[in-house]
């Protein structure tokens, strides 16, 4: 498995990657952490930790507003930020706007769409494989405007049916909200296809990259994608910050989805006018210390280069499923061509709750659960699932401490 | 035997395992063996829903004292409700209301009462005081 390809990690490198990680030199009940629950959150490399707290100790102090030395640097330092994250996603710098996160980002495409675009007997296609957060809101939006959400199915390897995307596609379409990976089963979705068949009908398409960020290299003008979603929390980066990546034409067409201060050009009682975007979407004080996190980690992950990083977990999840599949009884939640991150599973009868108890009390931690896609769930008809997730820092030990943790798991639940 | 003296009892039976495995073989092989709850009572209404697994209770009046039956999908949380039963189950509905349980804290399992954890357990032992008092409360009119 070991390659010295230069484009490739290899495995001294691993070990280099692992050492930035502070949080994984530790024990939890009594062993060494074994951290494979990245689909949920990744950790923070000390380049991230650091940019924090230097802008804490060192220029904190609001943004756009202030004369002075410190609100400059703040302000400096948050669009530079916003610069990191275009050149990491390919996009120019007003294309980039700040959000809490994906779901954030998601629910101000939706609201735009429900106020200004959708009308009744409008249909917005996503995926059976989706996160809540991109189902919940375009449910909120369609309610309102008697407009339909229509899924496209998926076979029981976990991959979408794109001959049935196809025969979806028609002139009531208004958008196509569908996930770069699934977070649940790993899949990755043929998103250049999805894109091109979109606008052959003049469709525009939204990119839920959230669990696509920290593995695969995401070029959103040569994917021509209208919007792209992501969080920085899974990207090596900090909670509370993420991005809507849209076209310049749309974001200027879309409407404010909230009103405050930063978003405004000028302010009377009788009439407002808008910034520009990006600023048009970011009202109130945004999170600057957490933009500035995000920042340092997408530094940190393009220094790497998210196509090594790629090309390790690819190495990674193939021994990870090797390795699983000698558990007796063991049956895999997905099992796509094209994959990335999750590995989901079932052992047995066994709960998934039960084996992730017993996993933690061998300081391994997994998700267990719907992982937010109880649709998915039910269209399996299982309660969920146990779901280990990959990232950068993870090793070969990790994946031979999970297969012997769950072999210990199912013995003892025997 | 009273709330406090079987919550005791589950402590020192807890002093003798050696590592987390014993305490979790024992905690699974109650939940195994906890008695089957009657299928017509296994409805949506008995139904606790925690995020990862599911809790049925039933509660029941039976001369003057709260009998509780219950099952899990998941075999760790059945253990741990099978553990509360042999608590609360029998008691008055008096007594109930005015329990301190603190014996899944001594007996090291705080984590499963957690919110995050989301089994139900803390759920149910909700669900139990409130069927408490609300037969205590019933009784008190009468």
Redesign the interface.
């Known amino acids: 498995m070991e390659t010295t390809t230069a484009e490739h990690i290899i495995w001294q490198e691993a070990d280099l990657i692992r050492n930035e990680f502070p949080i994984l030199k530790q024990t939890v009940n009594g062993r060494p952490l074994v951290y494979l629950d990245n689909g949920a959150t990744t950790q923070k490399p000390v380049s991230v930790i650091r940019s924090m707290q230097e802008y804490y100790t060192t220029y904190n102090s609001n943004v756009h507003r202030g004369v002075h030395t410190l609100s400059q640097q703040a302000t400096a330092a948050y669009e530079a930020a916003r610069h990191q994250v275009a050149a990491f996603i390919g996009a120019h710098h007003h294309e980039v706007v700040f959000t809490k996160g994906t779901t954030d980002a998601i629910n101000l495409v939706a609201n735009g769409f429900r106020k200004d675009i959708l009308k009744e007997g409008d249909e917005v296609i996503i995926s059976a494989m989706e996160h809540h957060s991109n189902i919940v809101p375009w449910q909120l939006a369609c309610e309102e405007k008697n407009a339909k959400v229509k899924v496209v199915p998926i076979n029981e390897k976990g991959e979408l049916d794109m001959d049935k995307f196809r025969s979806m596609l028609n002139s009531r379409v208004k958008i196509v909200a569908i996930t770069w990976v699934s977070n649940t089963m790993g899949t990755v979705n043929p998103v250049k296809e999805i894109i091109s068949l979109a606008h052959e009908q003049g469709i525009p398409v939204l990119l839920d990259a959230a669990q696509a960020a920290a593995h695969i290299p995401i070029r959103v003008h040569e994917l021509d994608v209208d919007f792209l979603a992501l969080s920085g929390h899974k990207l090596f980066g900090p909670t509370g910050i993420g991005i809507l990546y849209g076209k310049e034409s749309w974001l200027d067409k879309l409407p404010p989805y909230q009103g405050g201060g930063d978003m405004i050009k000028h302010v009377t009682f009788e009439k407002t006018t808008y910034n520009e975007p990006p600023l048009k979407f970011e009202a109130g004080t945004p999170a600057i210390c957490e933009a500035i996190g995000l920042g340092a980690a997408v530094a940190w992950a393009s220094k790497l280069g998210i196509h090594r990083i790629n090309a390790y977990e690819h190495q990674l999840t193939e021994y990870a499923i090797n390795a699983l599949r000698g558990i007796p009884g063991l049956r895999f939640i997905g099992e796509a061509k094209h994959r990335s991150g999750a590995i989901s599973f079932l052992v047995g009868d066994t709960h998934p709750s039960d084996v992730g108890v017993l996993l933690d009390q061998q300081g391994i931690a997994v998700r267990t659960g719907h992982h937010c896609t109880q649709p998915l769930c039910d269209l399996f008809g299982i309660p969920g699932t146990v779901r280990a997730s990959l990232a950068v820092y993870n090793n070969t030990e990790d994946i031979d401490r999970l297969v012997e943790g769950v072999q210990k798991a199912v013995t003892l639940l025997g | 035997m009273t709330i406090k003296e079987q919550q005791d009892r589950i402590i020192e039976d807890f002093e003798v395992f050696g590592d ?2 014993e305490k ?2 024992y905690i ?1 092989q109650l939940g195994k063996d906890l008695p089957l709850i009657d299928p017509k009572y296994k409805t949506d209404d008995n139904l606790i829903r925690g ?4 809790v049925w209770l039933h509660a029941e009046l039976i001369g003057g004292k709260l009998v509780f039956t219950a099952d899990s ?5 059945k253990g741990l409700v099978g553990l509360v039963i042999q608590v609360l189950s029998g008691q008055t509905p008096k007594d109930i209301a005015e329990a301190e349980i603190y014996f899944i804290d001594a007996i090291g399992l705080t984590s ?1 009462l957690s919110p995050t954890r ?2 139900g357990l803390l759920s149910m032992l909700k669900q139990i005081k409130l069927y408490a008092i609300g037969y205590q409360a019933k009784s008190l009119q009468n």
Not at chain 2, 51 to 54: G, L, P, W
């Open positions: 987390w495995m979790y073989e699974i995020c990862q697994s599911k999908d998941a075999v760790i949380t499963h989301s089994n």
